[in-house]
């Protein structure tokens, strides 16, 4: 039953509608620049909006662990000298 499911599914996937973007978010050209250049840069700011939000949590992740690590180096530099 899980073989059929797994081959329904890949058939499903491959024959199905293909992903249709919006004008901002699929690469503009040049007639979508003149027509539509508030969409555009609608994308473009959607796109740094993600990396913005993306760079503040690997930042948030990298600060733990640089804390993690002193604690870790201190607490084992106590236990050597005792």
């Known amino acids: 039953m899980k073989k059929l499911f797994f081959i329904f599914s890949a058939v499903l996937c491959l024959t199905g509608m293909d992903a249709i973007a919006c004008v901002g978010c ?5 007639d979508t620049i003149a027509n539509e250049p ?11 909006g993600v ?3 993306l760079s503040m949590a690997v930042s948030i992740v990298s600060g733990l662990t640089a804390y993690i690590w002193r ?3 201190r607490i084992e530099r106590e236990r050597e000298n005792s």
């Open 26 to 30: 699929r690469e503009p050209g040049a």
């Open 71 to 73: 604690t870790v180096v």
């Open 38 to 48: 508030g969409t555009v840069m609608a994308g473009f700011g959607f796109s740094w």
């Open 51 to 53: 990396i913005i939000m």
